[in-house]
Nanobody
Framework: QVQLVESGGGLVQAGDSLRLSCLAS????????MGWFRQAPGKEREFVAA????????SYADSVKGRVIISRDNAKNTLYLQMNSLKPEDTAVYYC?????????????????WGQGTQVTVSS
């Protein structure tokens, strides 16, 4: 059983940057592709970014491409999401998730383990 704990969310202004972290425990971190998803109030959860198990491949949603970078440090069992040029529409709860496989995927049903989420609020 993998446990995931996100951190790094907060209240920022439009144009600011944030780095989210996700610390994993209870499993072999480099066996899992990882991803970030987000859910805004009144909206469905959506894919943000994903990275392969060893970090050589990644994928981004069109809405964040060019503004965010997903990375991982397998020695520290930690996943990151660097978010730059934040916009009010990025306001959401951000979730870290671990996939059942090693390759990059954007499909939420492929992710077995989920964190509790961290709130990101971007004011205009």
């Amino acid at each position: 059983q993998v446990q995931l704990v996100e951190s790094g969310g907060g209240l920022v202004q439009a144009g600011d940057s944030l780095r989210l972290s996700c610390l994993a425990s209870g499993g072999t971190f480099n066996n899992y592709a990882m991803g970030w998803f987000r859910q805004a109030p009144g909206k469905e959860r959506e894919f943000v970014a994903a990275i392969s198990a060893i970090g050589f491949s990644n994928s981004y949603a069109d809405s964040v491409k060019g503004r965010v970078i997903i990375s991982r440090d397998n020695a520290k069992n930690t996943l990151y999401l660097q978010m730059n040029s934040l916009k009010p529409e990025d306001t959401a709860v951000y979730y870290c998730a671990a996939s059942s496989g090693v390759v990059v995927t954007a499909m939420s049903h492929a992710f077995m383990y989920w964190g509790q989420g961290t709130q990101v609020t971007v004011s205009s």
